[in-house]
């Protein structure tokens, strides 16, 4: 596995404004599908495959059953009560049924951007978000292998020593 680079996820600016644009009215499928992603850090295909079977309650907390890919685990990922309702309002049972390729365009409309309007980041880069940010919050690397669905603990490793080395490094330089 390469190692985590700031390229590769959004940092807190880019993270803040893109939280407040998908978390702002009107609520839209696509705004919907970002902040899914945002939350549960599961692939642009697992995304694509979430039906109305896999919205899940257990004692009163929604969560989401994510099926794996590329040879990931299954996992139920709890979810926040306004994304969950939002999800269950959503019409069909395929919520998202749209192509991969679509998922792109609509990435094109949320993804944070270069002076000069370059985008600077993929889709893919929700993903490693979550993941730098649930591990920056609880520093349970346990955690974030369940929530990304790595049956080998070396994968999630990336994450652990990204954090540590940039707070490490930051400890260091404020003397």
């Known amino acids: 596995m ?9 940092d807190e600016d ?5 939280e407040k644009e998908v978390r702002s009215e009107p609520i839209s499928r696509n705004k919907i599908l970002i902040q899914l992603a945002l939350e549960t850090g599961a692939r642009a295909s697992e995304l694509l495959n979430i039906k109305k079977k896999d919205l899940v309650v ?8 994510v099926h794996g890919l590329k040879g990931s685990s299954d996992r ?3 979810l926040t009560p306004k994304l969950f309702k939002a999800l269950k309002e959503l019409p069909g049972e395929s ?22 309007g370059k985008k600077v980041k993929t889709f893919h880069c929700l993903r490693h978000t ?3 940010k649930l591990y920056r919050e609880t520093k349970d690397v346990k955690l974030v292998q369940t929530i990304l669905g790595h049956r080998d603990l070396r994968n999630t490793m990336i994450y652990v020593d990204f954090v540590y080395s940039q707070d490490e490094l930051r400890k260091k330089l404020r003397r």
Request: with cysteine; net charge positive; aromatic share 14%.
């Open 95 to 116: 919520m998202f049924d749209i192509s991969y390729h679509r998922l792109h365009q609509i990435w094109e409309d949320f993804a944070p951007r270069k002076a000069g």
């Open 14 to 18: 880019e993270f803040d404004a893109l």
């Open 2 to 10: 390469n190692p985590l680079s700031f390229d590769k996820f959004l």
């Open 58 to 65: 257990r004692k009163g907390k929604g969560s989401v059953k």
């Open 130 to 132: 979550c993941a730098v």
């Open 76 to 78: 139920e990922i709890p």
